[in-house]
């Protein structure tokens, strides 16, 4: 089996670099996402010390972009396409100022446009991004996120499709959402295997997998919200069986709502 590595979805200590990832070591996880979702919080020079840290603990870092950042807007102008550009070009420099592998974002909204129109225009804006970013030496991979309801943009056909069409962008499972918008089907191995094929399709070799994962409740097809491990229907075990059948290795970051949580995930995944 390729390495299989766990982390947590957010810096565990904010104060000093050092110690954040003296902690992650203490807790026993190899990787961490560096979570932006709320706003950015951390300067260059944090994240240039987080990165040589990280390295030298052999912990991988990934970074999670603003909610906000997405693209797909109905027009490439204004305001909020704006923000979200610069969202994005400002995780692009922290995650390539402490070597992160991936910048996760969000793949935004249908609006009220088909399916292929709205992933045509996301592909589009991406393309505008990306030059900027070779611009500023930024150019860092990029993760497409699936999404935990049913009737928005972000399946894994679309996150694959993005993908596809891209070549800088990868495929990030979320097991729970794929598990929110399948009612729930995500009991057995095969399902985590088909997933992981689609994916495994698009990525290059040596590319890690790179997946959320924690139980979840929904309702109706749509994600409603952690939960701690256990107390809903979505397993590590059959995650891990599929993994094995991949020469790929895979990162891994629990979005459970507590510790213990988090723990039983790593226990099952790294045993």
Not at 71 to 93: C, I, N, Q, T, W
Not at 184 to 192: D, H, K, N, T
Not at 206 to 213: A, D, K, L, R, Y
Request: proline share 6%; hydrophobic share 45%; charged share 25%.
């Amino acid at each position: 089996m390729a390495r299989i590595r766990v982390g947590l979805p957010g810096i565990p200590v904010r104060d000093d670099p050092h110690r954040a990832v003296e902690t992650l070591l203490a807790l026993g996880y190899d990787a961490c996402e560096i979570d932006f979702e709320g706003g950015f919080w951390m300067d260059y020079p944090w994240a240039a010390q987080l990165g040589e840290a990280a390295r030298d603990a052999d912990i991988a870092l990934s970074v999670h972009a603003p909610l906000f950042g997405f693209m797909g807007h109905l027009e490439a102008s204004g305001r909020k396409f704006s923000s979200a550009v610069g969202a994005l070009d400002r995780s692009a420099g922290i995650a390539a100022a402490c070597g992160a592998e991936v910048v996760v974002f969000h793949p935004g909204f249908l609006l009220g446009r088909t399916r292929e129109d709205a992933i045509a225009s996301v592909v589009e804006q991406l393309g505008t991004l990306r030059a900027r970013l070779e611009g500023k030496n930024r150019a860092v991979p990029f993760g497409i996120e699936v999404m935990g309801r049913v009737r928005d943009l972000g399946s894994l056909d679309d996150v694959v499709e993005i993908s596809r069409h891209t070549g800088w962008v990868r495929p990030v499972l979320d097991f729970a959402h794929l598990h929110a918008t399948s009612d729930g089907a995500y009991l057995e191995p095969s399902l985590f295997v088909e997933a992981l094929a689609a994916v495994d399709d698009v990525l290059a070799p040596g590319t890690p997998f790179h997946i959320h994962f924690s139980d979840i409740a929904y309702a109706n097809r749509n994600e409603k919200h952690h939960l701690p491990y256990g107390e809903g229907t979505l397993r590590a075990d059959p995650l891990r069986e599929a993994l094995a059948r991949f020469d790929r290795p895979a990162t891994v970051i629990s979005e459970s709502p507590d510790e213990a949580s988090s723990q039983a995930i790593r226990a099952v995944l790294t045993s």
